[in-house]
């Protein structure tokens, strides 16, 4: 069995993330997480959700990580993950909710695009797009952390960076979505939730 992958900083985040979570999904679901990363956030919020159906999606040169993490788990409500890179191909099926942690900072800003102009094939109407990570608001950093982030990411591709809401939630509306609530959390990150029309 492959090593799991870890992200300490899925161990930071995961409650304030459970939080929202258990607000926004508080009935039976079936949710797409896109860019599930090493796979933690998965085993930790199925587990403490039980009657959300939480299948996962990744490139395919990280699925073998989240699936060690899967397995390790062995819970009822987390099938095998996808292969799934927002350029290719996406599942046949609907979505009662989409979500996704920390990954349109690392996409380039056409992955951005594409993700939310193929959102509309995977989620249901009135199903809920939930997006954490840290956001630009009106071109400026919301912090000095931010923008140290930001050098951060640009040091590592220049097609990665912090994205501006507006342009984010232009894309949304664009793809049918209507922005519910845009939440402060921790460490100068936002939970934002968009709902399907």
Request: proline content about 8%.
């Amino acid at each position: 069995m492959p090593e799991k992958p870890y992200a300490p900083s899925c161990d930071r985040n995961r409650d304030p993330i459970l939080e929202v979570l258990r607000e926004v999904l508080d009935k039976p679901a079936d949710v797409l997480e896109l860019g599930s990363g090493t796979g933690q956030h998965a085993v930790y919020f199925a587990h403490a959700l039980p009657h959300l159906c939480w299948q996962t999606s990744e490139r395919a040169e990280e699925c073998a990580g989240v699936q060690a993490w899967l397995d390790e788990a062995q819970l009822p409500n987390t099938p095998p993950p996808l292969i799934l890179d927002v350029a290719g191909d996406w599942p046949k099926r609907h979505f009662d909710a989409v979500f996704s942690a920390n990954t349109l900072h690392i996409m380039s800003w056409p992955q951005v695009e594409t993700l939310f102009a193929r959102l509309p094939a995977v989620l249901r109407e009135g199903g809920q797009l939930i997006v954490y990570g840290p956001f630009n608001y009106g071109g400026h950093f919301s912090s000095d952390s931010n923008a140290a982030f930001e050098q951060w990411l640009k040091a590592r591709g220049a097609h990665m960076g912090i994205r501006d809401f507006e342009a984010v939630d232009a894309l949304a509306q664009q793809a049918g979505l209507r922005l519910v609530e845009d939440r402060a959390m921790p460490a100068n990150n936002r939970c934002v939730i968009w709902s399907r029309r």
